[in-house]
């Protein structure tokens, strides 16, 4: 019978850890695609250095009472001397435009964030790899006594390049999105706290062509 316990215990030890790995390696594969700077993302479980919330490196912007606008616009230009990632080496240069908003209010009754982006790549004397990329976020916090709730979600769409890790050889960058939503609630109970939470994610892939 106790052999039997120690078996069940090793079980379910076993599966917890299976599980927390899945839900790891998933969380780190989705804050790859986080904007830098995502507001309401930057102090969770799993956010990237790359991607954390640095408000103290973010631009002024314009303030209006509670309200603060920081638009950004930056722009790119190289060459890429094998876009196709393959044996046959093809080059082309790359120019990039990348505008983005973001816009937060900071209020005694908690706070609130939207960002938007976008990111365009346009290819010379290639122009079936010129894409374009968007991002949408929205996310808060709403104190509830000594508690916190957070809400967010965002919307991804973005392309999968054929040199991208375990990327298919497509003709073409492969279009794909992801929605996110997700809530937690901090709650503390004297020296101790408990911060449970959900999410849901959703990706979609666009259909494609091999040579």
Known sequence: MRNGRLWLNALCLLGCTALG???LADAQLLTTLFPEGVPGYGTEQGVTVQSRARPEFDPLGFRYGEVTVRPLLGE???Y???IFGGPNRRGAWQIGTHPSVLTGI????GNAAAFFSADDYRYLGQPSQNRTDGAAFLGGTIPVGRDKLTLGGFWLDQHEDRTALDAIPSDRP???TVFNVRASYAAEFGRFAA????????WRFDNTTIL
């Open 21 to 23: 790995a899945a839900r």
């Open 76 to 78: 790119s230009v190289g």
């Open 80 to 82: 890429d001397d094998n």
């Open 106 to 109: 900071d209020g005694s009754g």
């Open 174 to 176: 492969v279009a794909f």
């Open 195 to 202: 911060t449970p939470s959900i999410e849901f994610n959703r």
